[in-house]
T-cell receptor, first 113, second 113 residues
Framework: NAGVMQNPRHLVRRRGQEARLRCSPM?????VYWYRQLPEEGLKFMVY????????ESGMPKERFSAEFPKEGPSILRIQQVVRGDSAAYFC???????????FGQGTRLTVV | KQEVTQIPAALSVPEGENLVLNCSFT??????LQWFRQDPGKGLTSLLL?????REQTSGRLNASLDKSSGRSTLYIAASQPGDSATYLC????????????FGQGTILTVHP
C-alpha cells in the first residue's frame, strides 16, 4: 500500500509563473489536507478537502491560491503568479476520516526565483 | 483558535538517556493527538496517535500520554539512540479546528553517541 505521493518533489518557478502541486492520498483515504512550512517556521494548515468538496479553506491566502480534489485523480494545489514569499515546503496529508491517523507525503519544495 | 506549545525547543543528550518531550494546547475539545518526527528536508512520519478517550499509547520505545482536560501531552523516549535525532512535532486534531492538525514549533532532538 503506497503512502501519500506528492509530485514533484522539487519545483522551481520564476516570479509570475504558475505552480501546480499534486497529491495522491493513500488508497482508501478520502480526506486530504494541505500544509505549508515556510523556512524556519512551523507547519501551517492551508486547506481540507474531501472528494469534490472544500471543507475548510481557512488557512488559504485570499488570492492566487486554490485547491481541488476531483472525483478522479490527485488533489491539486495551484498557486498563480508566484512570488518569492511563496517559496516553502508544501505537504499533503490524507486520512480515512476525521478521527483517524493522518499520513503525510514527502512534500514539494517550491523555490521561486 | 488552537495554539500548541512544545517544550523544550531543543534538546541534546548522550545516547541511552530516557527523554521527556512536552506539548500543551489551548483548545481541549480535540478528537485525537498525533506525534510526528521530521528529519531534515523530509516529510513527517507518524509516531503515535492518541484518541481523545485514551490516556496513553505505546509503540516500541515510545510512549505518549494525553491529559485532555489540562491540554497536555507528553512523549517519552526510552533508551535514546542517535537515530532518534530529528524534530518531534505534536499535533492535536479537531475541536473548533474541525479535522485539521495544528502544529507546535517542535522539539529539535539531538542524541550523540
Amino acid at each position: 500500500n503506497a503512502g501519500v505521493m506528492q509530485n514533484p518533489r522539487h519545483l522551481v518557478r520564476r516570479r509570475g509563473q504558475e505552480a501546480r502541486l499534486r497529491c495522491s492520498p493513500m488508497k482508501g483515504h478520502s480526506h486530504v489536507y494541505w500544509y505549508r512550512q515556510l523556512p524556519e517556521e512551523g507547519l501551517k494548515f492551508m486547506v481540507y478537502l474531501q472528494k469534490e468538496n472544500i471543507i475548510d479553506e481557512s488557512g488559504m491566502p485570499k488570492e492566487r491560491f486554490s485547491a481541488e480534489f476531483p472525483k478522479e485523480g490527485p488533489s491539486i494545489l495551484r498557486i498563480q503568479q508566484v512570488v518569492r514569499g511563496d517559496s516553502a515546503a508544501y505537504f499533503c496529508a490524507s486520512s480515512g476520516g476525521l478521527n483517524t491517523e493522518a499520513f503525510f507525503g514527502q512534500g514539494t519544495r517550491l523555490t521561486v526565483v | 483558535k488552537q495554539e500548541v506549545t512544545q517544550i523544550p525547543a531543543a534538546l541534546s543528550v548522550p545516547e541511552g538517556e530516557n527523554l521527556v518531550l512536552n506539548c500543551s494546547f489551548t483548545d481541549s475539545a480535540i478528537y485525537n493527538l498525533q506525534w510526528f518526527r521530521q528529519d531534515p528536508g523530509k516529510g513527517l512520519t507518524s509516531l503515535l496517535l492518541i484518541q481523545s478517550s485514551q490516556r496513553e499509547q505505546t509503540s516500541g520505545r515510545l510512549n505518549a500520554s494525553l491529559d485532555k482536560s489540562s491540554g497536555r501531552s507528553t512523549l517519552y523516549i526510552a533508551a535514546s539512540q542517535p537515530g532518534d535525532s530529528a524534530t518531534y512535532l505534536c499535533a492535536p486534531a479537531g475541536g473548533t479546528s474541525y479535522g485539521k492538525l495544528t502544529f507546535g514549533q517542535g522539539t529539535i532532538l539531538t542524541v550523540h553517541p
